[in-house]
């Protein structure tokens, strides 16, 4: 438990940076977990990671509204805070950051983090300002959590690589640690958008994991041919006549560019539609 003792609940920036600043000058460290709320035990598995590492775990709990690219999207993401509150404490948080959009975006804000390259692979090019908004949204948490750790699930690989490279390149002295997907017994990432499928879309996208297996036994195997690997994939997916792809690609675990030969530690990435429900999944080579 850190500085205050009990589990707090906290909505305003200078109460979290005023708990923040005296746990660093105690020489406490911090370890934070950012969430968009509709907590499942993928995060879980990151607060417990969090608490058993550092002496302040924090949750923050925002649906960061500037990196959704459809505001549908943004409407429809699942606000549950009290439920998530309850189920970080139980994990082992002891603070629970939740603020409101207007207190992390007041009328003017104008500064933003951006980044080329990796930023506008895979999901930053079918989602055009979605790493911008991540990166300033983690950006602004970091200077208010002020973390020594900050823990990311590996599900979303390309967003846990653009995070780390941004505290390396910005010296922002925070360790970004990944942490391994957790997943349904039948496989299927833990994700909050996963209750937002149908019972009919919830079935079908078994079909990832077992098109991400099937792909990863091909390379065991001995096919290197990213094409070939990527038309295995693709024909798993098709099997299902409900998902759309956006994408799937062997990819470089660190530029996230395309690979024409499959290497051990590549990385098979993939998004695919289910209804308005957009997955995504990876797994190494």
């Known amino acids: 438990m850190g500085d205050t003792g009990k589990t707090t609940l906290i909505h305003k920036i200078d109460e979290m940076r005023g708990i923040a600043s005296r746990a660093r000058a105690r020489g406490q460290s911090t370890g934070l977990v950012p969430t968009m709320g509709a907590l499942h035990e993928g995060h ?7 608490a058993a590492e550092n002496s302040l775990t924090v949750v923050s709990v925002f649906v960061n509204p500037i990196q959704f690219d459809d505001q549908e999207d943004l409407a429809s993401y699942p606000g549950t805070l009290a439920d998530d509150a309850e189920a970080a404490f139980s994990a082992g948080a002891d603070i629970v950051f939740a603020p409101s959009a ?3 975006y007041p009328e003017g804000f104008s500064t933003y983090v951006d980044m080329t390259g990796v930023s506008g692979r895979l999901c930053g090019a079918s989602r055009a300002s979605h790493f911008r908004g991540v990166l300033t949204v983690v950006s602004k948490l970091f200077g208010i959590c002020m973390p ?3 823990y990311f699930g590996e599900k979303d ?3 846990l690589a653009v995070v780390q490279k941004m505290a390396a ?5 925070v360790e970004v640690i990944g942490c391994p997907t957790v997943r349904e017994g039948d496989g299927l990432a833990m994700s909050s958008r996963n209750a937002r499928l149908s019972a009919q879309e919830r079935a079908s996208a078994r079909c990832l994991y077992r098109a991400l297996c099937e ?3 091909c390379f065991s195997s001995g096919e ?3 094409g070939a690997l990527t038309a295995t994939l693709r024909a798993v997916i098709e099997k299902e006549t409900l998902p759309r792809i956006d994408y799937v690609e062997i990819v470089d675990p660190f530029t996230f560019e395309a690979v024409p030969v499959a290497r051990e530690g590549d990385l098979i990435a993939l998004a ?3 209804g308005e429900t957009r997955l995504i999944d990876n797994m190494r080579l």
Request: hydrophobic share 45%.
């Open 215 to 217: 792909a990863k036994a």
């Open 169 to 173: 390149e910005l010296c922002m002295n």
């Open 272 to 274: 695919v539609y289910f």
């Open 102 to 104: 207007k207190e992390m």
């Open 148 to 150: 020594d750790r900050a």
């Open 44 to 50: 879980l598995s990151l607060v417990r990671r969090a």
């Open 157 to 159: 690989a390309q967003q």
């Open 224 to 226: 290197t041919d990213a």
